[in-house]
C-alpha cells in the first residue's frame, strides 16, 4: 500500500514536470469524459457530438460555433495507445444509413480525439492566428464509477452488503438459497467457486434487466476479455474468518486483486486525467421501470457523483494530487421520448437527483449543472385531440414494427418530490400515473449540407462542458 502510495506520487510529479515543460509549447487539450450505465446513451452521444462539431449547423447555442469561432474540426490519432478507438465512423454509418439502426452496445473503455481549429475572440482577435484545441473523448461505463464504493470494504464487509441487496432483487433469492447451503471454510474447490460466480453474476444480469443501476462489481457485468479468469471468479459469503485453502480465504483474495487489479488502475490510468465529465442518465427508462428502480438509480447516481469528490476518498486524492475535474454535466438522456412541453419536468427530477448528491457533500469547486439533452431526435411534437382534450405528443418509427406511431409516455409531476418520494418510501407501483416508453428507431435523415445530426440541447451541452475553453 505504501510501495503503491509512494510510485504514485512519483509517476504524478514526472508527469507534472513533463506537463508544465512542454505547456507553452504544445497545443491546448481537454479530456472530456462520458460515462453512464450501459444504455444510457453514452455511444449515441459522442457519436452525434462529433459530427456536430463538424458540421456545426445545428449548434447555435455552442458560442464558437455560432460566431464562427471554430474554423475546422477533423479527427486526429489519440494519445493514449493501448485504448481501443472510438469507433466513430461505424457508428455514424449505422444511424445516417438510408434505414438507420442504433449503433451496437460497447463494453468497454474508448477513446476519440477531435481537433479544433479556433480563432481567439476578444482581446486578442487578429493579434493571433487560429490555433488547435485537441477534445481527448474517453467513453467509459459508469459501472466502473460505482467500483470505487469497493475500495473501502472488506470482503466481509461487502459480502454482507451484497447479501443484503440480493434479498430484495430479481434473481437474489435464489443464490442466497445457494449460498445458505456452502461452508466458506471448506478447502476451495474450483468448479464449486465458478458455479457460485457464475449464479451471482446472473443475479446481477436479471436485476439490471429489470431497471437496478447499481449491480456491481462492474466488472460482472461487463467483463470484457477477463471473463473467467479468477479475477471475476468470486461471489459474496457469509462469515467473515476463513482458514487458509479454504473457498472463503480464496475468494477473499480474488476480491482484493479485483480491486487491486481492476478498480485502481482504471482510476489512476483513465479518470485521474479527466478534465471535463458529461454524466448521462436514463431518468425516464428508471421511471418505467418503477418506484424501486428509480430509487435505485438515486443511491447510484449519488455514488457515482462521489467519485468526483477526490476529498472523501484517500486512493482518490493520493492519485489526483490536487487537481479536479473542472465541470460536470449531469443530463438526462433521450429527451425526445417526451413534448418539449414536458421537458422542464424532466430536467427537474435530474436537478433533484444532482442536488440530493451536491448536499452531502460539494465537488470540491467543480461547476455543475442539469439538464435534458437527446443526442439524436427520433421524434417529431404533435398535439392530437383526445377525450379529456388536446395531448402533446411526440411521433417516430417504432424499433419493433418500423411503423408510425404517435406516443404520450404519462404525465410527469411538476415536483419531483412527487416521484423520488414514493420511491424511497418503497412503493411498488407508481399511484397517480403509468409512464411508458417506447424504442423509436432513428429517423431516415435529409442533412442539408452543413448540418450534423438533429438533437435537443446537444449545443447547450457542449457549451456548459467546453465553451470557455474555445
Ligand atoms: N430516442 C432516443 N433514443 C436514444 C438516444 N440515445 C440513445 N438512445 C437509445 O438508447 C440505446 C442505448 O444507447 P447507447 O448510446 O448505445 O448507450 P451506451 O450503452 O451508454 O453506449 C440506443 O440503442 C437507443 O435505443 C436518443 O438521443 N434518443
Ligand atoms: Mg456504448
Not at 51 to 74: C, F, K, S, V, W
Not at 169 to 194: C, H, I, M, N, S
Not at 229 to 253: H, I, K, N, Q
Not at 354 to 368: C, H, N, S, V
Request: one cysteine or more.
Amino acid at each position: 500500500m505504501v510501495i503503491a502510495s509512494i510510485a504514485d506520487q512519483i509517476t504524478r510529479t514526472v508527469e507534472g514536470v513533463s506537463d508544465t515543460l512542454t505547456a507553452p509549447f504544445s497545443d491546448p487539450v481537454i479530456r472530456l469524459g462520458v460515462t453512464g450505465l450501459s444504455r444510457a446513451g453514452k455511444t449515441v452521444f459522442i457519436t452525434s457530438l462529433v459530427a456536430n462539431l463538424m458540421d456545426r449547423g445545428r449548434m447555435p447555442q455552442l458560442e464558437a460555433a455560432a460566431n464562427g469561432a471554430i474554423h475546422t474540426a477533423y479527427l486526429q490519432p489519440q494519445p493514449d495507445d493501448t485504448v481501443p478507438r472510438f469507433r466513430y465512423e461505424a457508428h455514424l454509418d449505422s444511424l445516417t444509413s438510408a434505414t438507420p439502426v442504433w449503433p451496437g452496445g460497447t463494453r468497454h473503455i474508448s477513446e476519440l480525439r477531435l481537433s479544433l481549429k479556433v480563432q481567439p475572440g476578444g482581446l486578442l482577435a487578429g493579434i493571433t492566428g487560429p490555433r488547435t484545441v485537441h477534445i481527448d473523448i474517453v467513453d467509459y461505463p459508469g459501472e466502473w464509477l460505482l467500483d470505487l464504493g469497493l475500495l473501502d470494504q472488506s470482503f466481509a464487509e461487502w459480502s454482507q452488503a451484497a447479501l443484503d441487496r440480493a434479498k430484495g432483487r430479481p434473481g437474489g433469492a435464489d443464490y442466497v438459497a445457494l449460498v445458505a447451503g456452502v461452508d466458506p471454510t471448506v478447502k476451495l474447490d474450483e468448479p464449486e467457486a465458478q458455479v457460485l460466480a457464475e449464479r451471482f453474476t446472473a443475479h446481477l444480469q436479471e436485476a439490471r434487466e429489470a431497471g437496478f443501476s447499481d449491480c456491481s462489481p462492474g466488472r460482472f457485468l461487463l467483463p470484457g476479455d477477463l471473463a473467467g479468469s479468477p479475477v471475476l471468479t468470486f461471489a459474496p459469503l457469509p462469515g467473515a474468518r476463513y482458514p487458509r485453502g479454504s473457498l472463503g480465504r480464496e475468494f477473499e483474495r480474488r476480491f482484493d486483486s479485483y480491486k487491486r487489479n481492476i478498480v485502481q488502475p482504471f482510476f489512476r490510468n483513465h479518470f485521474a486525467k479527466i478534465d471535463r465529465q458529461i454524466v448521462l442518465v436514463d431518468v425516464l427508462g428508471a421511471i418505467h421501470a418503477g418506484p424501486a428502480a428509480l430509487d435505485d438509480l438515486r443511491g447510484a447516481m449519488a455514488r457515482i457523483l462521489g467519485a468526483f469528490r477526490p476529498g472523501r476518498n484517500a486512493f482518490l486524492s493520493r492519485i489526483f494530487q490536487g487537481r479536479r475535474v473542472e465541470k460536470i454535466l449531469f443530463a438526462a438522456t433521450k429527451a425526445d421520448h417526451l413534448h418539449h412541453s414536458q421537458h422542464p419536468q424532466l430536467t427537474a427530477i435530474v436537478q433533484a437527483l444532482l442536488r440530493e448528491a451536491k448536499d452531502r457533500a460539494d465537488f470540491a469547486g467543480a461547476q455543475t449543472s442539469a439538464m435534458s439533452i437527446a443526442a439524436l431526435r427520433t421524434t417529431v411534437e404533435e398535439t392530437v385531440d383526445h377525450r379529456d382534450g388536446p395531448l402533446d405528443v411526440v411521433r417516430g418509427r417504432l424499433l419493433d414494427n418500423d411503423k408510425q406511431a404517435a406516443f404520450y409516455p404519462g404525465k410527469l409531476p411538476d415536483d419531483p418530490a412527487h416521484l423520488l418520494a414514493p420511491a424511497r418510501a418503497g412503493s411498488e407501483i407508481w399511484l397517480d400515473a403509468d409512464y411508458s416508453v417506447m424504442n423509436f428507431a432513428p429517423a431516415a435523415l435529409i442533412r442539408r449540407p452543413g448540418d450534423g445530426l438533429p438533437h435537443i440541447r446537444l449545443d447547450k451541452a457542449a457549451q456548459f462542458l467546453l465553451g470557455d475553453r474555445l
